[in-house]
Each structure stands twice: as structure tokens, then as C-alpha cells.
């Protein structure tokens, strides 16, 4: 079993900055990709970010440039800073990764989401 926990999310002005993080624990053999996706109300989760374990990285267009994904892999911990927030940014930020709980196999994981607020 494998679980990821966020935090970090909350209410911010726009032009504000939060920084998401999302820790993985459990049967754990090797995390592949981690990333970050949202949810807002009345509309489809979408892509935000994601960083493959060798550091690769891969950006919404919306979020480019003010969003910036990390990671520690000997954490098992990705972030997510976000700076120049705006009100639409606003949403649940979801934590994705795709954990190997054995050599042969590996699945999608999600955390529960944690909540970003932006007011203009």
C-alpha cells in the first residue's frame, strides 16, 4: 500500500506565492514520474506539472513560467512553488506518482488533494 500526503495549499491574494508538498510512504520499490494535477469547480482535472526521477519536467501552458516542480527522491517528495498566482488558479491540487511497489510493476497513485485559493 502506498499513500501521498500534500500540504501547503491555502488562501493567497493574487500575485502571491504558495508552495505545494507531496510525500509518498509505504511498499515502495521505485518512484517514476510525480506531478501535480487540479480540479476546479465544474470542470475537468487537468495537468499542472510533472518531473520524471531524473529531473526531466513538463508544464501546463497556463502555469509556465510561474510554477515550478521539484523533487527529492530520497524523500520521495515532490513540490510545487507557485508564484504570480492568479484567481484562476484556484482549485484542488492533486499529487500524482507512479510507484514500482515491485521491479515488475507499477501504478498511479493519488494523494487527497489539497485546497488552493487565489482572491483578486
Known amino acids: 500500500q502506498v499513500q501521498l500526503v500534500e500540504s501547503g495549499g491555502g488562501l493567497v491574494q493574487a500575485g502571491g506565492s504558495l508552495r505545494l508538498s507531496c510525500a509518498a510512504s509505504?511498499?515502495?520499490?521505485?518512484?517514476?514520474?510525480m506531478g501535480w494535477y487540479r480540479q476546479a469547480p465544474g470542470k475537468q482535472r487537468e495537468l499542472v506539472a510533472t518531473?520524471?526521477?531524473?529531473?526531466?519536467?513538463n508544464y501546463a501552458d497556463s502555469v509556465k513560467g510561474r510554477f515550478t516542480t521539484s523533487r527529492d527522491n530520497a524523500k520521495n517528495t515532490v513540490y510545487l512553488q507557485m508564484k504570480g498566482l492568479k484567481p484562476e488558479d484556484t482549485a484542488v491540487y492533486y499529487c500524482?506518482?507512479?510507484?514500482?511497489?515491485?521491479?515488475?510493476?507499477?501504478?498511479?497513485?493519488w494523494g487527497q488533494g489539497t485546497q488552493v485559493t487565489v482572491s483578486s
Open positions: 509505504g511498499s515502495i520499490f521505485d518512484i517514476n514520474a
Open positions: 500524482n506518482a507512479r510507484v514500482y511497489t515491485t521491479p515488475w510493476g507499477d501504478r498511479d497513485y
Open positions: 518531473i520524471t526521477n531524473g529531473g526531466s519536467t
